[in-house]
């Protein structure tokens, strides 16, 4: 998005406003002032196309153990299965009204699951709800759950509120069938589902929630086109490559803080700059689990070129290719850039090389002028709309690597005692990339990588990769010290 203007965004928007709203122009107070600063950030968001992490995002799920909480009623205690079955309990019933003469240790020897004299009249309550709470409660839980996937297949929003009236909703249909939809069963729905909330990191249209199905579809043809040409490829001659967006000031969204505060508040060096202003960065991760170097970094600079100045004292590391454009952002230019200097130097034999269809990059021109003898380049493009579930570096990866950097800047911000911090400088955040792509291709997330390659369904392996992700290994506390030896 280079030829997007921010003053015409915002010409634009106040022509809006002005059609829409009438309001006298005033000097702008300091809410005010904030919410442009916040208007600025996500405009800045939207054009970079950032997706935000938080800090508890790592690729973690619930535990297993989460899909095997209880259920509870509205008391709190647990329900759990029958083992007495409904057909029994009927006979049972039947029986028994029958013979309303007999004594209870007669009609026991018949019926000998009927322990106590009261089960009778529980039995006949359950016969009337239509089953046990147990079962009761799966169906109401099976009908809630059904409902939000509906919802979210749709990407509409689903809240608390929404949960307890479906609940309630589905418990109306059973007579006599005391429920609640209390907090403490919201909360075991929730983990046993794995369910939770979640900030919205784009919005789509409704048309764009139709052609879903169709996307779908495209998702799987591509994935049945690739997988059968794995085979014809060495696993590490078969590449996936994308670009992504890095903030100059990488700032958590959220920090523990005392219950109850009325605001909530978080400091960076520079709202204005460095938090709104990114660069590019652009990895290569092999099938067989490796990432190749160096890694492409395109900073931001006015001129879109290095001073000779800063190309006599930026920090190089053999790791690193670095460039630079006015916007941070790639273009052809910069595409043919990455070509020659990470894909075609130092690499020959046969490629398989999988990217999306980002426009400055489509022309197939860029690669078969690249051909040689001894390099030859078969490029598949991912369909449109199909990156987030068939592009092996943004199924899994990026988090990581987004994680394992904003670990460095939270670091610097607490515990670092410097008053200049280092990695808003340039060198500092090249030497952060530097370090970053150096953990990264660490033996020890060979596998990680290689799962980065299942979650997006190019895989002709039968089993899933077993792995330690980022958090697990390099942020483990335990007082263990073969964590000190992975690398």
Same mark, same amino acid.
């Given at each position: 998005?280079?030829?997007?203007?921010?003053?015409?965004?915002?010409?634009?928007?106040?022509?809006?406003?002005?059609?829409?709203?009438?309001?006298?122009?005033?000097?702008? &107070?300091?809410?005010?002032?904030?919410?442009?600063?916040?208007?600025?950030?996500?405009?800045?968001?939207?054009?970079?196309?950032?997706?935000? @992490?938080?800090?508890?995002?790592?690729?973690?799920?619930?535990?297993?153990?989460?899909?095997?909480? *209880?259920?509870?009623?509205?008391?709190?205690?647990?329900?759990?299965?029958?083992?007495?079955?409904?057909?029994?309990?009927?006979?049972?019933?039947?029986?028994?009204?029958?013979?309303?003469?007999?004594?209870?240790?007669?009609?026991?020897?018949?019926?000998?699951?009927?322990?106590?004299? &009261?089960?009778?009249?529980?039995?006949?309550?359950?016969?009337?709800?239509?089953?046990?709470?147990?079962?009761?409660?799966?169906?109401?839980?099976?009908?809630?759950?059904?409902?939000?996937?509906? !919802?979210?297949?749709?990407?509409?929003? +689903?809240?608390?509120?929404?949960?307890?009236?479906?609940?309630?909703?589905?418990?109306?249909?059973?007579? $006599?069938?005391?429920?609640?939809?209390?907090?403490?069963?919201?909360? #075991?729905?929730?983990?046993?589902?794995?369910?939770?909330?979640?900030? @919205?990191?784009?919005? /789509?249209?409704?048309?764009? +929630?139709?052609? /879903?199905?169709?996307?779908?579809? =495209?998702?799987?043809?591509?994935?049945?086109?690739?997988?059968?040409?794995?085979?014809?490829?060495?696993?590490?001659?078969?590449? &996936?490559?994308?670009?992504?967006?890095?903030?100059?000031?990488?700032?958590?969204?959220? #920090?523990?803080?005392?219950?109850?505060?009325?605001?909530?508040? $978080?400091?960076?060096?520079?709202?204005?700059?460095? !938090?709104?202003?990114?660069?590019?960065?652009?990895?290569?991760?092999?099938?067989?689990?490796?990432?190749?170097?160096? /890694?492409?970094?395109?900073?931001?600079?006015?001129?879109?070129?290095?001073?000779?100045?800063?190309?006599?004292?930026?920090?190089?590391? *053999?790791?690193?290719?670095?460039?630079?454009?006015?916007? $941070?952002?790639?273009?052809?230019?910069? +595409?043919?850039?990455?070509?020659?200097?990470?894909?075609?130097?130092?690499?020959?034999?046969?490629?398989?090389?999988?990217?999306?269809?980002?426009?400055?990059?489509?022309?197939?021109?860029?690669?078969?002028?690249?051909?040689?003898?001894?390099?030859?380049?078969?490029?598949?493009?991912?369909?449109?709309?199909?990156?987030?579930?068939?592009?092996?570096? =943004?199924?899994?990866?990026?988090?990581?690597?987004?994680?394992?950097?904003?670990?460095?800047?939270?670091?610097?911000? +607490?515990?670092?005692?410097?008053?200049?911090?280092?990695?808003?400088?340039?060198?500092?955040?090249?030497?952060?990339?530097?370090?970053?792509?150096?953990?990264?291709?660490?033996?020890?997330?060979?596998?990680? @990588?290689?799962?980065?390659?299942?979650?997006?369904?190019?895989? =002709?392996?039968?089993?899933?990769?077993?792995?330690?992700?980022?958090?697990?290994?390099?942020?483990?506390?335990?007082?263990?010290?073969?964590?000190? &030896?992975?690398?």
């Amino acid at each position: 998005m280079d030829s997007i203007n921010f003053l015409s965004v915002a010409n634009a928007l106040v022509k809006i406003i002005k059609n829409t709203y009438s309001y006298d122009e005033t000097p702008p &107070n300091i809410e005010e002032e904030e919410l442009a600063q916040l208007l600025l950030e996500k405009l800045h968001d939207i054009t970079h196309e950032f997706i935000f @992490i938080d800090e508890n995002e790592n690729g973690d799920g619930p535990s297993e153990d989460d899909t095997f909480q *209880p259920y509870t009623d509205q008391e709190g205690n647990y329900i759990l299965l029958s083992e007495v079955s409904m057909e029994y309990k009927k006979r049972a019933v039947e029986e028994f009204e029958r013979h309303p003469g007999w004594k209870f240790l007669t009609f026991q020897q018949n019926f000998s699951k009927v322990r106590q004299p &009261n089960y009778i009249n529980r039995w006949k309550k359950q016969i009337e709800m239509g089953g046990t709470k147990y079962e009761l409660f799966i169906e109401i839980e099976n009908y809630v759950y059904q409902q939000f996937k509906l !919802c979210r297949e749709q990407y509409l929003p +689903v809240h608390d509120m929404d949960l307890k009236k479906w609940a309630i909703l589905k418990a109306s249909e059973f007579n $006599g069938l005391m429920f609640k939809a209390s907090h403490s069963w919201l909360n #075991t729905f929730k983990r046993r589902n794995r369910i939770v909330s979640r900030k @919205i990191q784009k919005l /789509v249209s409704f048309r764009a +929630v139709k052609e /879903v199905e169709d996307i779908q579809q =495209d998702a799987e043809d591509f994935r049945a086109q690739i997988v059968p040409l794995l085979k014809n490829f060495a696993h590490n001659k078969i590449f &996936n490559t994308d670009q992504t967006g890095f903030r100059y000031e990488m700032v958590s969204a959220r #920090t523990l803080s005392t219950q109850g505060e009325r605001y909530t508040f $978080g400091s960076c060096s520079s709202p204005k700059n460095k !938090c709104t202003h990114s660069y590019t960065v652009q990895y290569v991760i092999t099938y067989a689990g490796d990432i190749l170097d160096p /890694v492409f970094i395109c900073l931001q600079e006015n001129d879109g070129t290095f001073g000779p100045r800063v190309l006599d004292t930026m920090f190089i590391a *053999p790791n690193i290719y670095v460039t630079c454009t006015k916007s $941070g952002k790639l273009n052809r230019s910069k +595409v043919e850039e990455f070509l020659d200097e990470i894909i075609v130097n130092n690499r020959n034999g046969n490629l398989l090389y999988i990217q999306d269809m980002w426009t400055g990059q489509t022309d197939r021109r860029l690669y078969t002028s690249r051909c040689t003898d001894d390099l030859n380049m078969d490029v598949r493009f991912i369909p449109e709309h199909c990156t987030d579930v068939c592009q092996p570096l =943004d199924t899994y990866f990026h988090r990581q690597l987004k994680y394992l950097a904003r670990q460095f800047y939270s670091f610097e911000s +607490v515990h670092a005692k410097t008053p200049t911090p280092q990695l808003l400088t340039r060198d500092g955040l090249l030497k952060m990339q530097s370090l970053v792509h150096y953990l990264l291709s660490a033996p020890v997330f060979r596998n990680m @990588i290689k799962y980065c390659w299942f979650s997006s369904g190019i895989w =002709d392996g039968e089993d899933r990769p077993v792995f330690r992700n980022v958090k697990e290994v390099c942020f483990n506390f335990h007082n263990d010290m073969k964590f000190f &030896n992975i690398f």
